[in-house]
């Protein structure tokens, strides 16, 4: 299990030989040019993309996550994981939608594992007299899923080098961005992050972290960390201590993913997650035991952390509509607005017959990945919100 959050070290001075700050390098501090150069010098072999797919039941959703909708073509390798709770709605929902314009040999789908889920007194609890109830292993089953796969051979054969890999549950992923990977082949490190700061101090969001003087970067999940270290202060800045967030949006090289997978299934690092468990007894409470998939950062030589801005890359669906945060509409609306502020920023203008801070635009992503090449669409035209703008 993990060890308590009690004897980490803030990313702000406070104890660490090497804090994440000297890490960590912002978006708008960052030359785009060099890293797009970096982008055009891959072979497309060389750039995959890994996602993981979930259950959508917080959402109000019997579909995964990823099938649930809140409303181009590339040559880069789609991997993507289900479980076996997801696995056949995953599948059939991308047959339905004809692998949104890629080849089906372009998307490859895998299983993560399962564990046992025991109970508050450590036994195992029964999902029926005969079979022990059993919950998918966390998103970081992903390293000991791909090994057992063999798809890390695979990706090897392809020629892969480098994966993006990020969560299904944010409808502002920025898919394969090249400025985050050409900053990534630029630091020549082992892994990065993409970061922003906490919104506030209870924000549900693991943040980055070193555990102990000189430890290795880390990341610790909110449910872990002590509500008065979560909400502590920095005097020097005034901020939160602990404050650069972690978003799913991570990057690693092959190699490294290679070491990782060997790493985590020797030393078996598990967290708890207290959940409602179906048992013989109905829904009792009981434990998941989960690896995240930020648990491969301490076993990295080198990491580097990108600063990007909340409303262009950060939108999470975590919650059914009707909660206060982080629902598909609040979700629906982030993406709404960015596309927005792209159109004016294009030239163009907007008409609404509602309140504006409820609706927007929404560009196709055939026509911009980023809020590039808008202009020519955009320039002196006028757009009545809500509509699409499509290729």
Known sequence: MREPATQLVDGNNNGSSLPPQALLERLKDYGQEDAFTLWDELSPDERDLLVRDIEGTRLGSSDPKGCFSLAGFVHIHWYI???????????????????????????????????????????????????????????????????????????????VKYLDCYGVDNALVRVGDPTFLGYFIDKGVAAAAKVVRKAYPQEKVGVFVRRGKGGPLSVVEYSELDP???????????????????????????????QVASGLEKDSIYHLAEKKIPSIHGQTMGFKLEQFIFDAFPYSPS?????????????????????????????RLLVLRLHTRWVVAAGGFLTHSVPLYATGVEVSPLCSYAGEN?????????????CEITF
């Open 81 to 159: 994981m289900t479980s076996p709770f997801t696995d056949d709605p995953t599948r059939k929902f991308f047959e339905c939608h004809k692998y949104f314009g890629l080849e089906a040999d372009q998307v490859t789908f895998f299983q993560q594992g399962t564990i046992p889920c025991v109970s508050k007194d450590g036994r195992f609890i029964m999902e029926t007299p005969y079979r022990v109830a059993k919950a998918p292993d966390g998103n970081g089953g992903v390293y000991s899923a791909l090994k057992s796969s063999r798809l890390l051979e695979d990706m090897a054969t392809r020629g």
């Open 228 to 258: 008065s270290l979560a909400s502590a202060i920095n005097q020097g800045t005034g901020r939160l201590r602990f404050c650069w967030s972690n978003l799913c949006l991570h990057m690693f090289t092959l190699d490294f993913l290679n």
């Open 303 to 331: 990491t580097a952390l990108f600063e990007v801005l909340r409303e262009e890359e950060f939108a999470p669906v975590k919650n059914a509509n009707g909660s206060n945060f982080d629902t598909p509409d609040s979700a």
């Open 374 to 386: 808008l202009e020519a669409i955009c320039r002196g035209r006028t757009f009545h919100a809500p």
